[in-house]
DNA sequence: CTAATCTCTCTAGCAGCTATAGGTTCAAGA
DNA sequence: TCTTGAACCTATAGCTGCTAGAGAGATTAG
């Protein structure tokens, strides 16, 4: 039997996080003492780790609840777990794709900048004319 | 003059938005008309276009609030403003490094899975099991 | 038994918006 | 001039994923 503070230290995810989790519904409320208090046993210690190695890798708690769920169902066809992780895969592709363009915008924008008073400054001049922009980034 | 949806269509800006920028401090509260609407001038759209940019670069409402005030400047140094871009690349690129390890240890997880059931689906076998990972990604 | 340390619930706060409700004002056409 | 419909107003609550604090009660080591 563990207390939540057991549980905190054990998976590296903080106390007030383990009760939102549960408030979440990724982890099922567990046994408490007679004065209240959380008792938990190595099962729920698993999960834990579960969700937190998913949430590592930036799963949404949505995400997180619907892989709990396919977890608990080991005969299941596990089409469903691999299209998350792929949905997820793909997602953080098109981030770094994102910021990639942020970084070389970025880039830019810092090393052009020579001036040496705001009037002259390259990084306000980008900001403020939006023409300075190598292929606009958005279409406005 | 321009109302806030005219203002709103010219910079791609959303009219709540708009208003919460001008409760952040990033914009000045504008002139009203009798009926107590927003009236804004040419000066201000510019800010506000300034500001959609710098947005869209990925800058934080704190440090907006430095650059707009910066830019009122145009006599004092830049090096602020140089600062606060160069922070912000920094952070940038931190955040692609990270994003990376997770794209690679995702395209691990997605491809190693051969199987068909939850039980031996590979995506859920790596979440529950933290030495399936390589490397692993922080220290628990 | 006592003191120190947990733990409990509840509430509010962070960023950066977005949405809704319920009301007022504006502008264009008849 | 009047009417109607669109646009606007404020205020409040919600989103994600926690985190922090208050104030009270529980547990445990000595």
Known sequence: MYSIGDLSKKT????????????????????????????????????????????DLGLSIEAIRDLVELSQHPEKPCTGADAIATTHLASVRAKIAQLKKLEHELERIVSHCAGHTVGDCYVIRALSDHGLCEGSMDEV
């Open 12 to 55: 590296g995810v903080k106390i007030p996080t383990i009760r939102y989790y549960e408030q979440m519904g990724l982890i099922a409320a567990p046994d408490r003492t007679e004065g209240n208090q959380r008792r938990y046993e190595r099962r729920e210690l698993e999960r834990l780790s579960f969700i937190r190695h998913a949430r």
